[in-house]
């Protein structure tokens, strides 16, 4: 509101120029929403947008989530108008746009109708799809970008290689490791701490400490990439001997270390002593990942206390307080937390309210299941099927069969752990002839059991010979033998890619 009334207290008429000197005030304080309002006071005051002026405005969009899809539509419109997307740089910037606000297939369509492309434009594709967990398709891109002849920097390797993060994607990422050594990207820090991280995800923290030691010039960045590498796979003890060096050599802390530190399976007291000898207990995300930690190993009074002491709240942290609560059964404190919520205006997510539903132990609080039910209702939150995974198994939990039956059908889409779901939920209770109708109609739907599926189904056959023997025959089917067809079932991904396809790909290059 002061911005508006300084433009119109300014003159009759500002110029563009002026337009501008705003718009750059905008990025350096990351206030998009304030940025969008100048712009309407632009076309407001008649003057013609120029290619600047669109750059500038779609830069002043670093905090993507103030940003509603349908405002982004208030920026492209004009900027079609004007002719102005034809500018390489402009278009780029609406791409990367479009990609932080997760509409990829738009970004892709922009992409395509791009008149020229400069290695930017490819990097925001590549670095957008990776960020939105589209890796084949990064991966995709990067085989078209040198097939068009265009060099990768090393910043498309960066945006690149977390799309590799992925076990199953093992060979691409030692592919891109070899193409980075070929062209000498590889020297660079930033590639180096990527590649670190990629092969800590692998497991192989050999070649994640080699790299690591290559470093001539290690930043904090680079410290805590090793630190997070050893921790995430359960190596603490290497992590702290890192840290330690990293001490050592005077390299300054920051939150990112001290999260860094945090893997599920240790005690959170030690670094929380730290961090509040370094100060950085005052820190927000570190105050989080510490409260989320000590309600993980159990403490969850300590982490409602260690909340509630600091100023700033968040709906992660008291997510994890709720999910605590919920696992020991305290349905009365899960009950306390979620009115605290109501109070301060949280609304819960898909993540609190599945934990809560699986925290319902019996019929006795069924009517707390109920409130819930209709909280989500009410929220729009029973349209995600994670959430109506979670109702299905709580209406299990509580006796009310037919109530989970009805849930499970009104699903305009059942992915194979909805039917999971409604399959365990009949085993458990003891309706194993509904399980098996169950399982039958998920064949007729085309989708094929995992080791969950199985696994649910021979519970329920344990005791009903006609079953057991309908079992083996449907393990002969899809390739058991009633012993050992559980770990004989393969999950394929459709985000797999061949590797023998992406090394013919690479060689050609």
Avoid at 139 to 167: A, E, N, W, Y
Avoid at 421 to 429: D, E, N
Wanted: glycine share 6%.
């Amino acid at each position: 509101m002061n911005l508006v009334s300084h433009v119109c207290l300014s003159s009759p008429k500002p110029n563009l120029s002026f337009f501008h000197s705003l718009l750059k005030s905008h990025i350096e304080t990351q206030s998009p929403k304030s940025a969008l309002v100048l712009f309407r006071h632009l076309l407001q005051y008649n003057l013609k947008p120029n290619d600047l002026t669109f750059s500038l405005l779609l830069k002043s969009f670093t905090s993507i989530p103030l940003i509603e899809k349908l405002e982004a539509n208030q920026i492209h419109t004009p900027l079609l108008k004007s002719g102005f997307d034809q500018f390489v740089y402009v278009s780029t910037a609406l791409l990367d746009f479009y990609m932080k606000l997760g509409c990829v297939y738009s970004a892709r369509i922009l992409f395509d109708y791009m008149p020229e492309r400069d290695v930017v434009a490819w990097n925001a594709l590549i670095c957008g799809y990776s960020r939105n967990r589209f890796d084949v398709d990064a991966l995709d891109i990067f085989v078209k970008m040198l097939r068009d002849s265009f060099s990768p920097h090393q910043s498309t390797l960066v945006g690149l290689i977390p799309s590799c993060g992925r076990r199953e994607f093992v060979f691409q990422g030692r592919s891109i490791h070899g193409f980075g050594i070929k062209t000498g990207t590889d020297l660079d820090s930033q590639v180096k701490n990527a590649l670190t991280y990629m092969y800590a995800k692998f497991g192989d923290l050999e070649a994640a400490e080699l790299l690591f030691e290559e470093l001539e010039d290690k930043s904090v960045v680079s410290w805590n990439t090793m630190i997070g590498a050893y921790a995430g796979n359960g190596f603490f003890n290497e992590s702290m001997i890192v840290f330690k060096r990293m001490v050592e050599e005077k390299v300054e802390i920051n939150p990112v270390t001290i999260m860094s530190l945090l893997p599920e399976n240790i005690s959170p007291e030690l670094i929380h002593c730290y961090a509040i000898k370094t100060g950085l207990i005052n820190n927000g995300s570190v105050v989080t990942s510490l409260v989320c930690l000590y309600a993980k190993c159990g403490g969850t009074e300590l982490a409602e206390l260690l909340y509630w002491s600091f100023p700033q709240k968040n709906l992660v942290s008291l997510t994890a307080i709720v999910s605590s609560y919920a696992e020991k059964g305290n349905i009365d404190l899960v009950v306390e937390c979620f009115s605290r919520m109501q109070q301060m205006d949280m609304k819960l997510d898909s993540v609190a309210m599945v934990s809560i539903l699986q925290g319902i132990p019996d019929p006795a609080y069924m009517s707390i299941g109920i409130a819930f039910h209709g909280y989500a209702l009410k929220n729009g939150l029973d349209n995600l099927n994670l959430v109506s995974n979670g109702l299905i198994s709580m209406y299990f939990k509580v006796n009310d069969i037919e109530a989970a039956f009805s849930l499970f059908n009104e699903m305009p889409e059942k992915p194979l752990i909805s039917w999971n779901s409604v399959i365990s939920g009949c085993v458990q209770a003891g309706r194993a002839s509904d399980a098996m109708k169950f399982f039958c109609q998920m064949k007729m739907f085309g989708l094929n059991p995992d080791a969950i599926t199985v696994a649910s189904l021979l519970t329920g056959s344990t005791d009903r010979w006609s079953e057991a023997a309908q079992m083996r025959k449907i393990m002969r089917d899809i390739g058991g033998d009633g012993t050992s067809g559980v770990s004989q079932i393969e999950v394929t991904s459709s985000q797999e890619m061949d590797p023998d396809l992406y090394r013919r790909q690479l060689l050609q290059f």
